[in-house]
């Protein structure tokens, strides 16, 4: 775990705890912050305000690690990330932080476009792709052959988050009903280690993939996903960001996936849906 996980989480419980405590001192809150914390975090510490959205930084759940008196008690973090210096890609509510002291940590920057060839096919991290696709091992060997490459996160050298993008441009032939050729960027593979970190990196994921559609000037944007019961506040919060399920695609065994696209061509009410401003 790095330090900065540690001071950002507890910056994010500080400005939580006075949402929800009017009667707060915040000044010997800043004072106590500025005590304990490297001056690099003065200026996220200054950002604390009463009466901030109330929605802020309540994602994470659980109760305050910061009690009346202004004392500071450490957990163990939610989400093992650490944010570096910059700003975090507005994720609307409900499947963000909102606020200006969280708008400025870091996304991207994290980031690592590895080969498939260079990411162990064994490892755990993958175990319940395999056990979704059968032919999963067979489908990354051929992408590794080919020197394909993902967008990745490791911690500690393990990998933590998995995102692999393919741009097409032909008629989809193995989905009911069949769809039209168009230039399309398919979302292969999005997979985010636990859901404790789902919510902040399947942000970052869509804004990446948003940015690429734009890079790249495609019509839509596709991925396909199972509707089992755990997988639904993923589609709902697709469907928020403007995917619909226009078909489906059958596997063998009777398992069916939905297939989930964003008319790139469609301008959304907010502009925030279309592309998450980057500061």
Request: charged residues 25%; aromatic residues 12%.
């Amino acid at each position: 775990m790095m330090p900065e996980d540690i001071f950002l989480y507890q910056i994010q419980k500080a400005q939580e705890f006075i949402n929800e405590n009017s009667h707060a001192d915040i000044s010997r809150l800043h004072c106590l912050l500025r005590k304990i914390m490297p001056q690099e975090y003065h200026r996220w510490i200054d950002e604390i305000r009463e009466k901030q959205s109330p929605t802020i930084f309540n994602i994470f759940g659980g109760t305050n690690t910061i009690a009346s008196n202004a004392q500071l008690i450490c957990q163990d973090i939610v989400g093992e990330r650490a944010l570096n210096q910059g700003y975090l890609h507005d994720i609307p509510y409900p499947f963000r932080p909102t606020g200006t002291l969280l708008q400025s940590f870091a996304t991207n920057s994290f980031l690592q476009i590895r080969k498939f060839s260079e990411i162990n096919i064994a490892d755990p991290f993958f175990d319940s792709q395999r056990e979704n696709y059968p032919e999963f091992d067979a489908w990354f060997k051929k992408k590794s052959e080919a020197g394909a490459t993902a967008y990745t996160y490791f911690i500690n050298g393990q990998l933590k988050d998995f995102l692999y993008l393919k741009i097409e441009d032909e008629e989809l032939t193995d989905v009911t009903p069949v769809l039209p050729k168009k230039k399309r960027l398919k979302v292969g593979s999005f997979k985010v280690e636990n859901e404790d970190r789902y919510t902040i990196q399947a942000g970052i994921f869509l804004k990446k993939i948003m940015d690429v559609a734009f890079e790249k000037e495609v019509e839509e944007v596709y991925m396909t996903i199972f509707p089992t019961e755990s997988l639904m506040n993923r589609i709902l919060m697709l469907e928020y960001f403007g995917f619909s399920h226009v078909a489906d695609k059958l596997h063998i065994g009777g398992k069916t996936e939905y297939v989930l696209v964003k008319d790139m061509r469609t301008i959304m009410s907010d502009l925030q849906l279309d592309d998450p401003p980057d500061r």
